[in-house]
């Protein structure tokens, strides 16, 4: 079933649909990833999984085509661009905007970075898959669907929670990372390069002129202290006159976002796009 479905793409884009069957194929079509080119599959087998803190590992093509000018225009002044884009699931908005600064030819360096980034696998009658902190974030039986706690079916949740009592494997059979494949291309040839960060306790300390946090430091996913924690990790980890470009994706796909420059040591508001970013008040007065 398996060799047939990863040879005919319509299929593993069905098959891709179906919740109960999704996170089987995650793990058996892992490693056949790199010659998927159904943006479809990709995006349901790569970003559509929760992960423990509430954040999800959603993500698009394309998401902030109208955020790249304005990042650009304020990027202008700095020769040598050093980019942060945190929280970047697959990478592949990241991919985007590399690609766009190529074409404008702007110097610079990118990073990327997600704590979950990763995840660890078990196998066995029933398969695992753990964060890198160790949470179980989905299972499977056989080739059926197991859990899920995303999926608000009261067996699969009742599933979940019992498959989660049982003990954490002292040793994983592999590890898969959900990065999209022109992201491991880039990765492979130097242009972008993947850093460990944990938004809330990383510490980097003043290394790049411009840090985008785009949908991970939502109101509805952290309470504001922890939010404050995470944007002082960030003001530090920024050079002086660094720009800060925070913002939300709202459910009709508008960005909702500010920017921001590092000014001795505070973060300055210089300009929002749409109704700019739910935080704005809680990054004015930190
Ligand atoms: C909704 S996605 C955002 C993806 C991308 N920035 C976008 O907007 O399309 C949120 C991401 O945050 C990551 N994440 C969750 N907690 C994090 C943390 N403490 N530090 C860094 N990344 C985290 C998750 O793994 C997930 O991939």
Redesign the pocket.
């Known amino acids: 079933m398996i060799k047939i479905a990863l040879k005919n793409i319509r299929l593993l884009e069905k098959i891709s649909k179906i919740p109960v069957l999704k996170h089987f194929f995650i793990l058996k079509i892992s490693e056949n990833f790199p010659e998927i080119k159904s943006e479809l599959v990709l995006n349901k087998f790569y970003g559509d999984i929760w992960?423990n803190?509430k954040?999800?590992?959603?993500?698009?093509k394309n998401?902030f085509s109208d955020l790249n000018i304005p990042s650009f225009e304020l990027m202008k002044e700095n020769k040598n661009c050093i980019i942060h884009d945190?929280?970047?699931?697959n990478g592949i908005?990241s991919n985007d905007f590399n690609k766009f600064l190529l074409k404008k030819k702007k110097k610079h360096e990118f990073y990327i970075?997600?704590?979950?980034a990763e995840i660890k696998i078990k196998k066995g009658f029933i398969t695992k898959a753990y964060d890198n902190e160790n949470n179980l974030i989905f299972a499977y039986a056989g080739c059926f669907y197991a859990a899920d706690k995303n999926i608000f079916f009261p067996l699969t949740v009742l599933l979940f929670k019992l498959i989660q009592k049982t003990e954490v494997p002292e040793k994983f059979d592999y590890n898969l990372l959900l990065l999209h494949p022109e992201v491991l291309k880039k990765m492979k040839k130097n242009e972008i390069k993947f850093i460990n960060?944990?938004?809330?306790k990383t510490d980097i300390s003043e290394k790049f002129t411009f840090v985008r946090a785009?949908?991970?430091l939502n109101l509805g996913y952290f309470n504001e202290k922890k939010i404050k924690t995470a944007v002082a990790n960030i003001k530090k980890s920024m050079k002086e006159n660094a720009v800060l470009l925070v913002g939300r994706?709202n459910a009709k796909k508008i960005n909702n976002a500010s920017f921001f420059r590092k000014q001795n040591n505070k973060l300055v508001h210089l300009k929002d796009i749409n109704e700019g970013s739910e935080i704005k008040n809680i990054i004015l007065n930190l």
């Not at 945190?86 to 699931?89: G, L, N």
């Not at 970075?113 to 979950?116: A, N, P």
């Not at 960060?197 to 809330?200: E, P, T």
């Open positions: 992960v803190d954040t999800s590992k959603k993500t698009e998401r945190i929280a970047v699931s908005s970075s997600d704590k979950f960060c944990d938004v809330f785009m949908n991970i994706t």
